[in-house]
């Protein structure tokens, strides 16, 4: 499975844009990058994903480098609700398991 | 719709009893996968049923077991419980098997305790 790379911690004050990057240096070419969040103790929230496209919805925007090897997910505006862990998985093509990493852990500051 | 629904939400057991966790997936969904969660090992994959077969396996020992239905309900037993199977373990569906994008969504999990 193709590892990433996520920084432990981040923090963002609310109302700001959290951008939380990720390293995938090692993806392939059917690879999918999804990100999900897990609020304390709940179960993870799916938030986007995509292969090389910048892809925006209604939570998140992620913009994925034309090399591929690596992403951010952007929060536009953040609120305390956002608080929470980030996890950058990607899905090996034809293949329901994510294998999560440790993510990051994202405070947002009032 | 309805999200994925996990009964029960808690458990306690002692060690050496079995349990069975069940998961009901958002409706048209027929793929189900299991995770565990524990502080010291992060989310790890379990098992994935498609119309009730075993499509994948994690690596974990044999105590592990699931199954699905025909309505594609599942259900996860874990046998002879240890201390170390306390966790929080979680169901995710999504509407098909290995069709890279279709999304999975997860339940609320079910908090095991083992004592």
């Known amino acids: 499975d193709a590892k990433t790379t996520q920084p432990p911690s981040m923090d963002c004050a609310e109302g700001r844009a959290a951008n939380l990057p990720c390293n995938h240096s090692t993806i392939s070419g059917n690879e999918y990058v999804y990100w999900y969040r897990q609020i304390h103790s709940q179960g993870p929230q799916y938030i986007i994903h995509g292969l090389k496209n910048n892809e925006t919805n209604e939570m998140a925007s992620l913009i994925i480098t034309e090399d591929r090897k690596s992403s951010t997910l952007i929060l536009p505006h953040a609120t305390l609700r956002d608080t929470a862990v980030y996890y950058c998985?990607?899905?090996?093509?034809?293949?329901?398991?994510?294998?999560f990493g440790t993510g990051t852990r994202l405070t947002i500051i009032p | 719709k309805a999200g994925v629904t996990q009964t029960p939400r808690y458990l306690i057991k002692t060690r050496g009893q079995q349990v069975t966790l069940s998961c009901s997936p958002i409706?048209?969904?027929?793929?189900v996968s299991w995770y565990q969660q524990t502080p010291g090992q992060g989310l790890q994959f379990l098992f994935e049923?498609?119309?009730?077969?075993?499509?994948n396996k994690g690596n974990f020992p044999g105590r592990f077991s699931g199954r699905q239905f025909s309505n594609s309900r599942s259900e996860m037993n874990v046998s002879t419980l240890e201390l170390g199977d306390s966790a929080l373990y979680l169901c995710?569906?999504?509407?098909?098997?290995?069709?890279?994008?279709?999304?999975?969504?997860f339940g609320p999990g079910t908090r095991l305790t083992v004592l």
């Open positions: 995710a569906s999504s509407p098909s098997s290995g069709r890279d994008t279709d999304t999975q969504y």
């Open positions: 049923y498609f119309s009730e077969t075993q499509r």
């Open positions: 998985i990607v899905r090996v093509a034809g293949n329901e398991k994510l294998t």
């Open positions: 409706s048209g969904h027929r793929s």
